[in-house]
């Protein structure tokens, strides 16, 4: 394995960099400020709109899709996506800016790998374009979703259309006023195979019969203007030609949006937690209590040594997630995405707890984004499947490789 970054990809990463430096990082904190503020409950901040023009016109934009997805990819690997996402994730809302958000990014890649050509032109094109957004409506609140054949929202065939009828919850971006899709996972086929009971289909957001019930705070916060939403899904009625690939591959759908999107937050993970443990140095080099400097109390040398072996370890458990997705496939390389899928979320955790400690009172106030950081990197590791699932079957596979495959070497 290469890690060494091509001269096209150092000079994404110099651009990105040079694009957060000018306009992203001088309004960060004004930017928390106003979707904090009630008042601006599901408001879209007018500069969102202004920064991702910006970028789009820079051709900073989409680099998400990998080259496979010919016309619709920028002709990036995922091992080439993940030091820019790495970029984009020091700052929480910095990846929507160069239309690298979730879950649009998950979204865009079922319509590139499975969508029809209508399905496409209709869907996939303005949301690459980031004139709209979209909502996954996988999770239900009455059966543990960790396993999506347990969904129960039903999908049933009448005549030309398909009747929806189900509830949904943690349905991201479903509150923002952009959001205009919902691909949502139901069963078609309850009596069938465990794993072709499921399908994805197309619901656009007016369709009568939708309700948002009620949006889903996250560690006491909305996290407008996206949301996480309950939905209520009651007869809602949409043509068969919405259907994503056919009856009862639904569960294959999820498999093939979720792979890709957990490494792509772990990605993230890696700059938020580089971003921590960088303020940190700053600050302890700064403060002196009891006359002598924190960046010489051996305590806190510990936090920031760990801190940056911790962070080099998970960097480069992603490049080789990454690099294995490249060549193998979602499928393939499930084992190293379980294992980022892990490592990452929570080594930034201990990164941002360690760099709030050294910040005092100030690195649990609004005044650095580090609280933000932490609170974050604990949501990821429920997102797309906590991590307790992704140790379970990662121990299963492990365990049949080596009794399996190597043989014992007894003392």
Sequence with gaps: MNFEHTDKVKGLMARIEAFMQEHIYPIEAAYEEFVTDPANLWVVPPVMEELKAKAKAAGLWNFFLPEEYGEF???????????????????????????????????????????????????????????IRSAYLMTEPQKACSDATNVECSIVRDGDEYVINGRKWWASSVYDPRCELLL??????????????????????????????????????????????????????????????????????????????????????????????????????ERA????????????????????????????????????LDKVGNKAAKDFIAMIKIVAPQMCQNVADRAMQAHGGMGICQDTPIANIFAHARMIRFTDGPCEVHMSQLAKQTIAETVGNKPFLKQ
């Design 73 to 131: 990819s920028p002709g990036l690997t995922n091992l080439e996506y993940a030091p820019l996402a790495e970029l984009m994730g020091r700052v929480d809302f910095a990846s929507e800016v160069f239309n690298c958000s979730a879950p649009d990014t998950g979204n865009m890649e079922v319509l590139a790998r499975y969508g029809t050509p209508a399905q496409q032109e209709r869907w996939l094109r303005p949301l690459l374009d980031g004139k």
């Design 289 to 324: 209590p009891f006359g002598k400097k924190l960046s010489a109390q051996g305590s806190i040398r510990q936090d920031v040594a760990k801190s940056r072996c911790e962070i080099e370890q998970a960097r480069l458990l992603t490049l080789a997630a990454a690099d294995k």
């Design 184 to 285: 949502v996972m139901g069963k078609t086929d309850f009596d069938a195979p465990k794993y072709t009971q499921q399908s994805t289909i197309i619901v656009p957001k007016d369709t009568p019969g939708i309700t948002l019930v009620r949006p889903l705070k996250v560690m006491n916060h909305y996290h407008s203007p996206h949301g996480h939403g309950e939905v209520l899904l009651e007869n809602v009625r949409v043509p068969v030609e919405n259907i994503i690939l056919g009856e009862g591959r639904g569960f294959e759908i999820a498999q093939g949006r979720l792979g890709p999107g957990r490494i792509h937050h772990c990605m993230r993970q890696i700059g938020a937690a580089q971003r921590s443990l960088d303020l940190m140095c700053h600050r302890i080099e």
